[in-house]
């Protein structure tokens, strides 16, 4: 049996051929790995059909040192009959007959790390091709600065690849870049966390924005990946700037509103004061007059008199009443005494009219535009009124300043109640108050719980350099 015969039996893929490179055996194994049957390649050359083209320089170079008695032995790519190429583990020697050489026998085996690096240089591929959908360049930088690797867009670089591997940060950034990067690697490195910097290049076309994320993979290397982010800050000025234009716009509205609701606040206290007027003026001279009649109906008409001294006291509370109510409607003049006068004046007489002890403690150089003026006089007047009712024996107002604004409270001692009970949507006293407070920029709370007393305390905005201006008009 021929040495050939016996190799063409075993369990590698054996193909033999003669000095010519013409394939003379073909076993059964070397059908399987290079996929042709014996019959279609015994007689052709083998280099031609069983390896690549490319690397027939190199089989050349082999088969010559083949034929002077050496072996080889080594990885060597060949190519599969549908045209695909493995890495094979490769074993030629000569083959000899009578002493001569006659040929040569190749043993082949699909090499696993041929088809393992096959793999990782697949993978490798598909890796680039993600890195390439990627917005971002992704570097990698030892401890020291050196950038070892890149992947990924490379319009963003400043140099190519190659032109800076292998070269520091320090040399390729501008100084103050530099420095953040190294910093910024040096403290991914400690915290073993990733570090986010953003800094600015000027790539040409003008400054760019750029966010760099650093992650150490070792305790070697930091993998950085780089994205430019000017457009985001494009964007996000826009949206600054349309924000800011939205706030000026909005304030704008909101001071027409404020303007608005202190005209309506002073409109509405007019408003009490043609009432309170035409109450003085008319009905009040009318009681006037209706007296007058009474008394000549008593004197010309003597009979009258029972029925005169029952009419006579209606006529008189009717008259006091209509006084009362018109003095409370009447907004007081400010412009002579001030709220605090004006305060002092409804105290002396609310005090004759219910008995009450009320104290007041003012902030004497007040100053507060005149809306705030009458919200303060309404608020305090209508406590007192509540007070009254609650059957309070005393109450103390106090006025101090607290920032921006003056702030006044009105305690009294009356019988209290629960606030959270109050009907918000049927009284219209504290409502009233609460309203008022509001619109003339202020705040307001009430104190109170049943068999305790009551507080109420508000705040209104002093007034400010630029509304003195306004508020002399509004004062007309
Ligand atoms: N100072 C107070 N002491 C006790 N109860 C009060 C006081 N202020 C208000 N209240 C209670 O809250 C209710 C609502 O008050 P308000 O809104 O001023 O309406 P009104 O005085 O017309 O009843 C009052 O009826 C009263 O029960
Ligand atoms: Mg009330």
């Avoid at 083998?46 to 034929?67: C, H, K, M, T, Y």
């Avoid at 040929?103 to 696993?112: E, L």
């Avoid at 309070?392 to 003056?406: C, E, F, L, P, S």
């Avoid at 504290?430 to 705040?443: C, F, I, K, P, W």
């Amino acid at each position: 049996m021929d040495g050939i015969d016996l190799l063409t039996s075993t369990e590698q893929a054996v193909v033999a051929t003669d000095l010519e490179g013409r394939i003379t055996h073909f076993n059964r194994r070397a059908e399987q790995l290079y996929g042709w049957p014996a019959t279609e390649v015994v007689g052709q050359p083998a280099a031609s059909v069983l390896l690549p083209p490319r690397q027939l320089g190199r089989v050349q170079e082999i088969v010559r040192e083949l034929v002077r008695g050496r072996v080889f032995a080594g990885e060597f790519p060949i190519v599969r009959r549908n045209g695909k190429e493995l890495l094979a583990w490769m074993l030629a020697y000569p083959h000899r007959r009578d002493g001569a050489i006659s040929g040569i026998v190749t043993i082949a085996m699909r090499s696993r790390r041929g088809s393992r690096a096959l793999q990782k240089r697949k993978q490798d591929l598909r890796l680039r091709g993600l890195l390439r959908a990627i917005p971002d360049m992704v570097f990698r930088i030892r401890r020291d600065g050196v950038y070892t690797d890149f992947a990924g867009l490379e319009d963003g670089l400043l140099a190519s690849p190659e032109a800076f591997l292998g070269r520091t940060v320090r040399e390729l950034l501008p100084p103050a870049t530099a420095a953040l990067v190294e910093d910024a690697i040096a403290r991914s490195f400690q915290t073993k966390a990733v570090t986010t910097i953003a800094y600015e290049l000027d790539m040409g076309a003008g400054p760019q924005i750029f966010e760099a994320r650093l992650a150490p993979i070792d305790d070697r290397e930091v993998v950085t990946v780089v994205r430019d982010v000017t457009q985001h800050f494009l964007w996000r000025d826009e949206l600054d700037n349309q924000v800011a234009e939205r706030t000026v716009a909005l304030q704008r509205a909101n001071r027409k509103l404020n303007e608005l609701s202190k005209q309506l606040l002073i409109a509405h206290d007019e408003e009490r004061g043609r009432i309170a007027s035409e109450l003085h003026d008319h009905q009040a001279q009318l009681l006037t007059a209706l007296s007058l009649s009474l008394e000549n109906c008593r004197r010309e008409v003597p009979e009258s008199d029972r029925y005169i001294a029952m009419a006579q006291p209606i006529v008189d509370e009717l008259t006091r009443q209509v006084r009362e109510l018109s003095l409370a409607l009447r907004p007081p003049d400010f412009g002579a005494i001030g709220l605090i006068g004006a305060v002092e004046e409804h105290i002396a007489r609310f005090g004759q009219q219910t008995g009450m002890r009320i104290s007041f403690w003012p902030y004497v150089s007040l100053q507060l535009p005149r809306a705030a003026e009458i919200t303060a006089y309404r608020i305090i007047q209508e406590s007192l009124t509540n007070a009254a009712r609650a059957r309070a024996t005393h109450v103390v107002i106090q006025m101090k300043r607290a920032g921006d604004a003056i702030e006044i409270t009105v305690d009294d001692n009356g019988r209290g109640f629960d606030p959270t009970t109050v009907d918000r949507s049927r009284t219209s006293g504290l409502t009233g108050m609460r309203e008022r407070s509001l619109l003339a920029g202020g705040t307001f709370l009430v104190e109170s719980s049943p068999g305790s007393g009551t507080r109420v305390l508000f705040t209104l905005p002093i007034m400010k350099e630029g509304d003195r201006e306004q508020d002399d008009r509004d004062r007309g």
